[in-house]
């Protein structure tokens, strides 16, 4: 079956660097876009970023414009989210995503704390 299974995550400074991995199976990676999301206590779930099925376009959420880089490698039917710059606002729970034939599929979230 589809899955997808996110790690990565961790306590970091504010100004630290964390890289998110989401691994997928059960489905042809290469044809689906991918996305991650994040979620913050008491807040609703919101896209961060997202990536074509092939990796040539990509889309961020203004708040971390520059900061935040998604990546894919679809020979290990892997996404990336390369965080920088990292701010206590960013603490949340992050998800990745992919809309899988007419329902979407998550993963069980990984932790990002960012705190001094």
């Known amino acids: 079956q589809v899955q997808l299974v996110e790690s990565g995550g961790g306590l970091v400074q504010p100004g630290g660097s964390l890289r998110l991995s989401c691994a997928a199976s059960?489905?042809?990676?290469?044809?689906?876009?991918m996305m991650w999301y994040r979620q913050a206590p008491g807040k609703e779930r919101e896209l961060v970023a997202g990536?074509?099925?092939?990796?040539?376009?990509?889309n961020y959420a203004d708040s971390v414009k520059g900061r935040f880089t998604i990546s894919r490698d679809n020979a290990k039917n892997t996404v990336y989210l390369q965080m920088n710059s990292l701010q206590p606002e960013d603490t949340a729970v992050y998800y990745c995503?992919?809309?899988?034939?007419?329902?979407?599929?998550w993963g069980q979230g990984t932790q990002v704390t960012v705190s001094s």
């Open positions: 995503k992919v809309r899988y034939l007419v329902r979407d599929v």
């Open positions: 059960g489905f042809t990676f290469g044809n689906y876009a």
């Open positions: 990536i074509s099925g092939g990796g040539g376009v990509t």
